[in-house]
């Protein structure tokens, strides 16, 4: 079992939807989360960081739920520029950065 | 600002050869790493450093070897190809693993072995 696992998709969600992502880890002692974006050929670049508290970033809600482990990532109204792939990222205590695979989104027009 | 700088950005080996891909950054990062990306497969950590003269194994490390002689450099050495290491290679950098510190990746270096 992989230490991070994402739903791979695709989603396919017309323009100005909302869409939500989870993300589960299975190392209770990870310390430090992260959604990532990386566009086709391209190098996975920060969208945000994820806290305890959730945190927001514009049209970006990030969620942590320590207890269950499970992290989320909501976008709304959704922007044909968001289509990408989004990856879960997790910090350990041994300083492993651990990705996961990745969900593809499409926006459709 | 040049970031993390990562060569070639495109090679081709026959099976049994050698070579070194090479990540550089100047934001004086103790923090490294290298990546391989397949398809389906997500990012998989091959090795990473917290600092100079300490490195550390990732998820797949077999087939590969590192160094970390400066904070600067940290090559990625396959000592004997095979086609299974076909794949995308990135390399990246942060302030710290652990924390909140995000990682700067390189552009990637596709590497095809026949």
């Keep these: 079992r992989k230490e991070v696992e994402q ?3 695709p989603f396919n969600v017309p323009e100005g939807a909302t869409v939500a992502f989870n993300c589960t880890y299975s190392n209770s002692a990870s310390q ?3 959604w990532y974006r990386q566009d086709c050929r391209k190098e996975p670049k920060l969208l945000m960081s994820v806290y305890s508290s959730g945190n927001e970033d514009g049209r970006f809600t990030a969620q942590l739920n320590r207890a269950s482990q499970y992290i989320s990532l909501l976008i709304r109204d959704s922007k044909l520029s968001d289509s990408a792939t989004y990856l879960c990222v997790v910090t350990n205590r ?3 950065i651990i990705f996961g695979k990745g969900t593809r989104l499409h926006i459709l027009p | 600002n040049a970031g993390v700088t990562q060569t070639p950005k495109f090679q081709v080996l026959k099976t ?3 070579m070194t891909l090479q990540c550089a950054q100047d934001m004086n990062h103790e923090y490294m790493s290298w990546y391989r990306q397949d398809p389906g497969m997500g990012l998989r950590l091959i090795h990473y450093s917290v600092g100079a003269g300490i490195t550390d194994q990732g998820e797949v490390p077999n087939g590969y070897n590192v160094s970390r002689s400066t ?3 940290f090559p990625l050495r396959l000592l004997s190809a095979a086609p299974s290491q076909t794949s995308v290679y990135f390399c990246a950098s942060s302030y710290a693993g652990s924390g ?3 990682l700067h990746f390189g552009n990637g270096t596709r590497l095809t072995v026949t």
């Design chain 1, 94 to 96: 041994d300083d492993k």
């Design chain 2, 71 to 73: 904070t600067e450099d």
């Design chain 2, 100 to 102: 909140n510190s995000p």
């Design chain 2, 16 to 18: 049994g050869q050698s």
């Design chain 1, 7 to 9: 739903d791979p998709g």
């Design chain 1, 32 to 34: 430090s989360f992260f």
